[in-house]
């Protein structure tokens, strides 16, 4: 069955950079576009980046822009958040989606950045 399982979260100091993996399996990732999503306590889940399915478009939110890449390696059917410059409201739970799948979010990562 499809399956999403984000890693790579974690505790740090504002400014420093994390990076994220989506791990997909069940179905081939080369044929989705893909993105990044995040919710923060008593906030609304928010999309923060975009990718086709061949990694040649690129969309991001306007609070993440020039700090945040989204990338994809369809050959490992993997997917990636580099993370650069983080704030504060940063911090969330951040989510790898796939089109078709409404309700299936995968567990997320905990993302935390605090001094």
């Known amino acids: 069955q499809v399956q999403l399982v984000e890693s790579g979260g974690g505790l740090v100091q504002p400014g420093e950079s994390l990076r994220l993996s989506c791990a997909a399996s069940?179905?081939?990732?080369?044929?989705?576009?893909m993105s990044w999503y995040r919710h923060a306590p008593g906030k609304e889940r928010e999309l923060v980046a975009g990718i086709t399915s061949g990694g040649v478009t690129t969309i991001y939110a306007n609070s993440v822009k020039g700090r945040f890449t989204i990338s994809r390696d369809n050959v490992k059917n993997t997917m990636y958040l580099q993370m650069n410059s983080l704030k504060p409201e940063d911090t969330a739970v951040y989510y790898c989606?796939?089109?078709?799948?409404?309700?299936?979010w995968g567990q997320g990562t905990q993302v935390t950045v605090s001094s």
């Open positions: 069940g179905f081939t990732l080369s044929r989705f576009p």
């Open positions: 989606k796939r089109p078709g799948l409404p309700n299936y």
